[in-house]
C-alpha cells in the first residue's frame, strides 16, 4: 500500500502553469511532446504528437529538436526515483501522455547498478500505441 502511494505522489501530473494553456503560437502543449491547436483561446480536443526526438514549446512552429530546447510543459515526476521506486527495469505506461505514443522506461546502469528512467516515443508507424507493455497497433480505450 505505501509503494502505491509512493508510486502516485511521484506521478503527479504536469504542475507547469505552461501546460493546457494556449500560448501566443495559438497551442497548448498538454505534455513535452503532445499539443492541440487553439481555436478562440481554447484548446481542441484533437492531440497532436511532435515528430521523433522533438518537445512542445512555446515558439513560432511549436515544435523543436528536444536537443536544443526545453519543453513548455516540464513534469514534476523525477523518472529516475519513479523507477527506483518500482524497483523493476521494464516499459510503463506515461500517465502524461493522453495519446499513448510514449511510455516510461525503467532501465539499469550498468555501472552503479540504479535504476534510470527515460520517456520514450512508439517510433514504428505500424505499432504507435503504447498498451501498456509494449507498443501496438490498436489505440488503447483510455487514449485520445
Known sequence: MWLRIL???????????????????????HSQ????????????KKVITCPTNYVCTGGKYICYPE??????????????????AIGKATSYENKDDPTCKSFIYCYENGS??????RIYQCSNPNKPY???????????DSCT
Open 7 to 29: 508510486i502516485s505522489l511521484i506521478l503527479v501530473q504536469y504542475l507547469n502553469a505552461e501546460c493546457d494553456v494556449c500560448q501566443t503560437n495559438r497551442a497548448a502543449c
Open 33 to 44: 511532446n503532445t499539443y492541440s491547436i487553439c481555436i478562440n483561446g481554447e484548446a481542441s
Open 67 to 84: 536537443s536544443h530546447n526545453d519543453p513548455i510543459c516540464k513534469p514534476v515526476v523525477d523518472l529516475n526515483a519513479y523507477c527506483n
Open 112 to 117: 552503479t547498478g540504479q535504476l534510470l528512467g
Open 130 to 140: 503504447f498498451n501498456g507493455v509494449e507498443c501496438d497497433a490498436v489505440k488503447p
